[in-house]
């Protein structure tokens, strides 16, 4: 009878266990991504690993354990260059450019092993409800649609450069995470919640 249950335990967590590897989001496609302190997920090495691991490896009975490796890690970045002109002549040239953008979450998530992430409408999840036993801070699991219109006039002087960019700073919170069902573990990987703090479009001109 016991090795009924064991059998009948290990069919469960195949079935529960899903591989989902590097399911990246967006700010991994950034043209420039600079943080603080700390690494991202996409940096974890396999000692990393190890070490997290074992604080998340000791078996429960249901549900997640979590271990976070950094915090809040403060960053800046920049999400595109919008335009670049560059004035090489003698005279000043009149330049208008005009841009509709929408943005439709300031939230973006990035899980690495079996751990999973679902879209929906509104907002990007974790699979599994992890994002309740993450308990990240209410600027996590807030999202937002926003629309915007850009028109911008200048003069680009002779001798000069001009670059129009998105830029913007935001937090950056990541580990690692593993659930067990009848203390089994199902799944088990790195997670990491990116969430924009602000954002803003950045003109510089410079001497060529």
């Not at 069902?181 to 799944?187: A, E, S, T």
Request: glycine letters at 6%.
């Amino acid at each position: 009878m016991r090795k009924f249950y064991v059998m009948l335990l290990m069919f469960l967590s195949l079935l529960l266990c899903t591989n989902v590897v590097n399911a990246d989001s967006n700010y991994l496609a950034f043209e420039d991504l600079t943080i603080s302190s700390g690494n991202l997920l996409g940096d974890f090495s396999s000692s990393d690993y190890k070490t997290y691991y074992k604080n998340v490896d000791k078996r429960k009975f249901m549900g997640w354990r979590t271990y976070t490796a950094h915090k809040d890690i403060e960053c800046s970045y920049i999400t595109e260059t919008l335009f670049s002109y560059y004035n090489n002549g003698y005279s000043a040239i009149e330049y208008e450019y005009s841009l509709d953008r929408k943005t439709t979450s300031k939230l973006s998530l990035s899980a690495s092993g079996s751990i999973g992430i679902k879209t929906s409408s509104t907002k990007p999840a974790f699979k599994n409800n992890l994002d309740s036993s993450l308990k990240l801070s209410a600027d996590y699991t807030s999202s937002e649609e926003i629309e915007e219109s850009y028109t911008v006039k200048l003069d680009v002087d002779a001798g000069t450069q001009v670059d129009l960019y998105i830029y913007g700073e935001g937090l950056i919170t990541n580990g690692v995470a593993a659930r067990y069902f009848f203390w089994v573990r199902v799944n088990r990987g790195g997670y990491e919640a990116f969430v924009v703090t602000t954002q803003y479009q950045r003109l510089e001109k410079t001497r060529i």
